[in-house]
């Protein structure tokens, strides 16, 4: 498995549970890694091997994008852009508060167009640029409670398409992926007990998501052999949206 060998990963919210998978996952098919998160992930960067690196960057904050992406760009080029990192709160839509609803939106929406923005010049130079963008069953079907986060990821599937039309021109593939609920430790939590053994009776292969499945798929779309697949949304859901 050295598909992504000479390549470099920058992977979002890479501390997190399908972060770290995604981050080993890339690191097995050769690629480097720039491991971003507003944690620390360098424990994981130093785990995987010393060509691997962990910068802090808190996805809110605008300019501060801004200003890591060129950095990381100049020091490791960026082939691979993984907007992983994601944010999630489950309320009745008409109890949802305002402030909620835009962490929401900036972290699950307007960071990934702003990472992809600040990455175009290198995926440019790249020459076979890739863009995977983490969004979930929650874009594409209604779940109930998940009114911030569903149109986060419903939004995050319509910018992929844009991103898809206006890059492809320079080399570059721009897909999403939607898993349904994965065995992360923090889903986990929240898709306990009688919710989620009703959760799963709704999946066609009754069973959750493996993180590791998420990362193969999201390695595949940055082989090769997915260079023909563009503005796709890959639905890793057991079949559960299409129902
Ligand atoms: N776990 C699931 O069931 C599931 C299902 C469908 C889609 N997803 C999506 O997959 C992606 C990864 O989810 P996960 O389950 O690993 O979540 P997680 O909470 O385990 O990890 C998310 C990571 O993002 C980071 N992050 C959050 N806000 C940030 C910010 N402002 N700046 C920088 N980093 C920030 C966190 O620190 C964390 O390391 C998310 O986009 C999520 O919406 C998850």
Redesign the pocket.
């Known amino acids: 498995m050295a598909e992504l060998k000479g390549l470099t990963a920058l992977i979002?919210?890479?501390?997190?549970?399908?972060?770290?998978?995604m981050a080993e996952g890339f690191a097995a098919a050769g690629a480097r890694l720039a491991l971003?998160?507003?944690?620390d992930?360098s424990p994981l960067a130093e785990r995987l091997g010393p060509e691997h690196r962990a910068f802090h960057?808190?996805?809110?904050?605008p300019a501060a994008i801004a200003d890591l992406v060129p950095r990381i760009g100049a020091e490791m080029g960026i082939d691979l852009l993984i907007?992983?990192?994601?944010?999630?709160i489950v309320f009745p839509a008409e109890e949802m508060r305002v402030e909620d609803w835009d962490r929401t939106m900036?972290?699950?929406l307007r960071?990934p167009w702003l990472m992809a923005a600040a990455a175009l010049p290198y995926l440019k130079r790249s020459g076979r640029g890739r863009i995977v963008n983490?969004?979930?069953?929650?874009g594409v079907i209604g779940l109930e409670e998940h009114a911030a986060?569903g149109s986060s990821?419903a939004g995050l599937i319509g910018l992929t398409k844009v991103m898809a039309l206006e890059w492809a021109k320079f080399g570059i593939t721009t897909n999403a992926?939607?898993?349904?609920?994965?065995?992360?430790?923090?889903?986990l939590v929240?898709?306990a007990g009688e919710k989620g053994e009703r959760a799963k009776r709704e999946i066609p292969v009754g069973r959750?998501?493996k993180?590791e499945e998420?990362a193969a798929a999201a390695i595949y779309l940055c082989s090769q052999g997915a260079g023909i697949v563009n503005g796709a949304n890959l639905t890793t859901d057991g079949g559960r949206t299409i129902r």
């Open positions: 979002t919210g890479a501390a997190g549970g399908i972060g770290a998978a971003v998160d507003r944690v992930a960057l808190d996805l809110l904050d907007n992983n990192a994601g944010f999630g900036a972290i699950n960071a983490l969004a979930s069953q929650a986060y990821k992926i939607s898993p349904t609920v994965v065995e992360t430790p923090m889903a929240g898709w959750f998501a993180p998420i």
